[in-house]
């Protein structure tokens, strides 16, 4: 996921419990307030992070045959990618949730 993806879910996610306090970003109340005030400890960020753990967890155990675990350990892919920067793979999101959760692969 890229960080402007990440940054849009974050002002949704606020925007969306701000609608359930019934504040208005003129009341002048800090995210991490309004945050507090509903007990809001995980982000969706963070959640869509640890399902994709789960999920990574879920097909390298799976046996070599089924077709998830074909696709998660595919090397190769037919066709080609667009001129420009090469756009982030699933693994390599695995391994930043991993990096940042301080998990070994």
Not at 12 to 18: I, N
Request: proline residues 2%; hydrophobic residues 35%; charged residues 35%.
């Amino acid at each position: 996921m890229r960080r402007e993806d990440e940054r849009r879910i974050l002002t949704a996610e606020v925007t969306w419990l701000r609608r359930l306090l019934r504040v208005t970003r003129r009341d002048r109340m800090r995210n991490e307030t309004v945050c507090g005030i509903l007990y809001h400890e995980t982000t969706l960020v963070d959640r869509i992070a640890e399902r994709r753990l789960n999920w990574f967890g879920h097909a390298s155990r799976m046996g070599s045959e089924r077709l998830p675990a074909k696709a998660l350990h595919c090397s190769y892919i037919n066709g080609k990618r667009n001129q420009g920067r090469k756009p982030k793979k699933w693994m390599n999101n695995v391994k930043e949730d991993m990096e940042a959760k301080k998990l070994n692969a």
